[in-house]
């Protein structure tokens, strides 16, 4: 599956709890690409992918290097704070949400 953001097809990828150690998801940098853990209940899952579709989007965009110069933990701050009163309004289309509800 994937997410458009900014233009660009970013991989979300469904990995097993072995593969992402103590993360319910991640960014990744190196294969722009999102990893989400697969036991996550669809609540969850949508507002872990919101949150990690902020992190590409910082990436992309690349304010991530600039927040990085500010704080290690900034973006991880800004994104939590967007998770939380902006990612309520986020939409996501037909086949995001039934991947959202438990497809693959």
């Not at 097809?9 to 690409?33: Q, R, W, Y």
């Not at 036991?39 to 579709?53: F, G, N, Q, S, V």
């Amino acid at each position: 599956m994937f997410v458009n953001i900014g233009g660009l097809e970013i991989p979300v990828l469904l990995k097993g709890k072995k593969s992402m150690k103590d993360n319910f998801a991640c960014f990744c940098h190196n294969t722009e690409s999102i990893h989400v853990l697969s036991t996550m209940d669809p609540a969850l899952r949508r507002k872990t992918l919101a949150h990690e579709c902020f992190h590409a989007f910082l990436f992309i965009t690349g304010h991530n290097e600039l927040l990085g110069d500010i704080s290690e933990n900034f973006e991880e701050a800004l994104t939590r704070a967007f998770e939380q009163h902006l990612g309520l309004y986020m939409f996501f289309n037909k086949e995001i949400e039934e991947w959202i509800k438990g497809g693959t």
